[in-house]
């Protein structure tokens, strides 16, 4: 049963007690997580502890002027979301209501208690195409037809994957066409099952696939620094941790906007609401780089702010990722974004506390890394039940107080993933964006996602990157000793290391957000900025062998162009870096 649908009780319970957003009844026949409505407002909140004839529930509002003895309703049902044609160029809070059908109720951008609507229009009519015919034989999840949901996004509609038993077949005995609502019937079945556009799906249950499998494509992200040193897989988890102000949500919208993928799941959990506002004003007048339309013709908003309820808070990852599931089933790669999973994990600490459980490290409740393990093992490259093929690529932003990497959330996130972005306030102070440290990041994809660059990309991809670390990292070991003796007192040939290594940090490593061009790099572009680094690497080494003192090395003209590659258009980038890279052998040639 839907969240929005009118409660079908079972039995009324009355309030015992209200602290916080948690609320004890008693005479409640309630099953864990179902869906029950608390009080004479009828605010809607779920089932998280029974214990005997004490039935203890989060509520997803505002609880204050609620009172002991009001009563409280059971829907017999878990908390579900609304699937269907209409959620993507849609904004929904943590439970799936659309934020501008509630304004519209309302009148207001501030919304009243109780106040509930679908997740998906009912009344809208959309143009469905069946995809089978009468005789036809169908299974759970099979496509059966499909909605041109937005300009981007062809939808199309399932058999719900709990239509019939596993590996049961059903045959097709009326199939319509023409327009629809999501609530009317558009295929019949030989066992009276009638499929609708509209289907739900319980939030904390992750929807069947056949099987999980090992990832090889890389999502390519356009940036640099992780296309170039630290990959992440289409199906991959990654974390980016980092302080106040060092542009962990930028990085996500940036990521939101140019990574390759079908679908893009943005969960703002309890950010601030300037930024939330942000991304809600924003997105809606992004173009799309992949197809021309709307960004938002691909993307699917949930917006739960740090001044909304905490419950709601705690159930808003759920919601996006049953979301990005039911477009994964229809064989799309979609990426979902949470922002972050520390406020989503202080919401579980808070509920956790007022329920009087065990507090574990740092007060979060002893399942943290339970329940952290199992939002990121939804993700993954999955062969669906229908015999399609999609993936759910997960990142989660981190916001650990005063960037200690040490606290609970960060380190229970760093044993469940697998690529990890650093971002280090130094950087972002030095204005280095974006201001991923590379001496603490890593990818454990890299290895899988070789061949894959190796094939599309540059046959030599992998040595180069590796030879990217390896100055990184002899850089930074050099910079302890300059740190104590200066710079002067190292050997000609450690000073022309910095010397590189400054090229790969400033023109490679570094991306201007804000410019049109440099914003997104393709993988072509980000291997040929790197090789031009490396033939000047190569040119100087020759040089400084033939005896030209290092000054002169650096001193040369063309050197100062090698910052100008990331801004110079994708489509003249070749022939600039043919050029540079001759200017350069020449004029370093020419000093020996």
């Known amino acids: 049963m839907s969240k929005a649908t009118e409660p079908d009780t079972e039995s009324d319970g009355v309030i015992e007690s209200v602290s ?318 949470a922002d972050s999973t520390s406020r989503w994990a202080e919401a579980m600490r808070e509920i956790s506390s007022r329920l009087e459980e065990m507090p574990g490290e740092e007060g979060y409740p002893a399942y943290l890394a339970a329940r952290l393990s199992a939002f990121y093992e939804r993700a993954g490259y999955f062969e669906n039940v229908n015999g399609t093929e999609g993936s759910i690529s997960v990142i989660g932003a981190v916001s650990p107080p005063g960037g200690d990497f040490s606290e609970p959330v960060t380190q229970n996130t760093l044993r469940i993933v697998k690529t990890f972005w650093a971002l280090d306030s130094d950087l972002a102070e030095r204005r280095h964006f974006p201001a991923i440290n590379w001496n603490e990041s890593y990818s454990l994809y890299r290895d899988q996602l070789d061949d894959w660059f190796v094939e599309h990309v540059a046959e030599d991809w992998p040595e180069q990157r590796q030879w990217a670390i390896d100055i990184l990292d002899e850089e930074g070991e050099l910079q302890e000793i300059v740190q104590l003796v200066g710079k002067d007192a190292l050997p000609e040939d450690q000073q022309l290391t910095l010397e590189v290594a400054r090229f790969i940090k400033e023109a490679w490593l570094q991306q201007n957000a804000l410019s049109e061009v440099d914003q997104y790099c393709p993988p072509e572009k980000t291997h040929q900025a790197l090789g031009a680094i490396k033939t000047f690497h190569d040119e100087a080494f020759e040089a400084l062998e033939a005896g030209v003192p290092v000054d002169e090395i650096t001193g040369v003209d063309a050197l100062p162009r090698l910052n100008r590659i990331g801004t110079t258009p994708d489509d003249e980038v070749e022939a600039f870096i043919e050029e540079l890279e001759a200017d350069i052998s020449e004029q370093l040639r020419a000093l020996y």
């Open 20 to 337: 916080g957003p948690v609320v004890t009844a008693v005479d409640l026949e309630a099953r864990m997580n179902d869906v029950v409505y608390v009080g004479t407002e009828g605010l809607m909140g779920e089932v998280i502890e029974i214990e005997g004839n004490l039935t203890t529930i989060q509520v997803y509002e505002e609880t204050s002027g609620i009172s002991p003895g009001e009563p409280v309703e059971s829907t017999g049902a878990p908390l579900s979301v609304d699937l269907g044609p209409g959620m993507l160029d849609s904004i929904y809070d943590g439970v799936q209501r659309p934020l501008d059908v509630l304004q519209t109720k309302m009148g207001s951008a501030f919304l009243d208690r109780g106040v509930d609507a679908p997740g998906i229009d009912l009344e809208r009519t959309w143009t469905f195409t069946p995809t089978v015919e009468v005789g036809d034989e169908v299974g759970n999840t099979d496509i059966v037809g499909t909605v041109p949901e937005t300009p981007s996004i062809d939808h199309k509609v399932m058999v719900p994957p709990d239509t019939l038993d596993d590996d049961e077949t059903a045959e097709v005995v009326a199939v319509e066409s023409g327009q629809f609502t999501v609530e009317e019937p558009v295929v019949e079945l030989a066992t009276g099952a009638e499929i609708q556009m509209r289907q739900q799906w319980p939030v904390r249950e992750a929807r069947p696939t056949v099987d999980k499998q090992t990832p090889t494509e890389p999502l390519t992200s356009g940036q640099r620094i992780l296309d170039g040193l630290f990959p992440l897989a289409k199906g991959g988890t990654a974390a980016i941790p980092g302080p106040f102000g060092s542009g962990k949500t930028v990085a996500q919208q940036s990521l939101a906007k140019f990574a390759d993928a079908d679908i893009v799941v943005y969960i703002g959990c309890g950010e601030r609401g300037n930024e939330m506002t942000e991304v809600i004003d924003d997105f809606p007048e992004l173009p799309d780089p992949q197809t021309g339309n709307a960004l938002m013709a691909r993307t699917c908003l949930i917006a739960n702010t740090s001044n909304m309820p905490v419950a709601a808070r705690e159930s808003c990852v759920y919601t996006g990722i049953t979301i990005a599931e039911f477009y994964r089933d229809m064989g799309y790669d979609v990426a979902l974004m």
